[in-house]
């Protein structure tokens, strides 16, 4: 039992380049997670599933795109990075229901020049 | 959206000595929750809070859901070098099950 997977741990990107970062659980969770977490603030949302199917926008959305491909996995899309993406993504994942649980995994450390 | 009010940003600590943080915001949540994060990992659920007024223990740990629901305690008995680390607190908006905000953190030091 896992938990909740990232790849990859570390990237760097050029400024335009693209890339995906990979998200999975293993608690039959239903609703996962996309964080940013930059220096002195605490986690943003960039954007969350509630259930398989179904995905929305969080607190910051600009510049990612999701993909809730089934009910284990959960994507985040940067179509053209940009330097002010440089930060720290974690995905979570949460049973549902009537628990409000947060389930983190380890992050992937994103580096845009 | 609106983050919450966590302090202090950091203490330093004799090893042994109990620490004490909170967490405050002008908005009343139904949940909260405390997490610890190790560098390099992600955060780490240690206490879930249900319900205002609720004391919550998980070994050295006591955490309380303050009486207004706009406010939550953390405190740390006894503490060891291992606690080093930055504890994040997180509060679950009323009505709003996606909706959880967290604070910045304190970063606790622990000197042996």
């Known amino acids: 039992n896992a938990g909740v997977t990232q790849t990859p741990k570390f990237q760097v990107l050029k400024t335009g380049q693209s890339m995906t970062l990979q998200c999975a659980q293993d608690?039959?969770?239903?609703?996962m997670y996309w964080y940013r977490q930059d220096p002195g603030m605490g986690l943003r949302l960039i954007y969350y599933?509630?259930?398989?199917?179904?995905?929305d926008k969080g607190e910051v959305p600009n510049g990612y795109n999701v993909s809730r491909l089934n009910k284990r996995e959960f994507s985040l899309r940067l179509e053209s990075a940009a330097p002010s993406q440089t930060s720290v993504y974690f995905c979570?994942?949460?049973?549902?229901?009537?628990?409000?649980?947060?389930?983190f995994g380890p992050g992937t450390r994103l580096t845009v020049t | 959206g609106q983050q919450l009010n966590q302090s202090p940003q950091s203490m330093f600590i004799q090893e042994g000595e109990d620490v004490s943080m909170n967490c405050t915001s002008s908005?009343?949540?139904?949940?909260w929750l405390w997490y610890k994060q190790e560098p390099g990992e992600g955060p780490v659920l240690l206490i879930a809070?249900?319900?205002?007024?609720e004391l919550t223990s998980n070994g050295r740990l006591t955490a309380q859901f303050g009486i207004t629901r706009k406010d939550s305690f953390l405190n740390i008995s006894a503490s060891i070098p291992s606690d080093v680390g930055i504890y994040f607190c997180?509060?679950?908006?009323?009505?709003?099950?996606?909706?959880?905000?967290f604070g910045a953190g304190t970063r606790l030091t622990v000197k042996p």
């Open positions: 608690m039959n969770h239903n609703s």
């Open positions: 599933s509630a259930s398989e199917g179904t995905t």
């Open positions: 809070l249900y319900k205002a007024g």
């Open positions: 979570a994942s949460r049973r549902g229901g009537g628990s409000y649980e947060q389930y």
């Open positions: 997180a509060g679950q908006v009323l009505y709003n099950n996606n909706d959880m905000r």
């Open positions: 908005s009343i949540f139904n949940t």
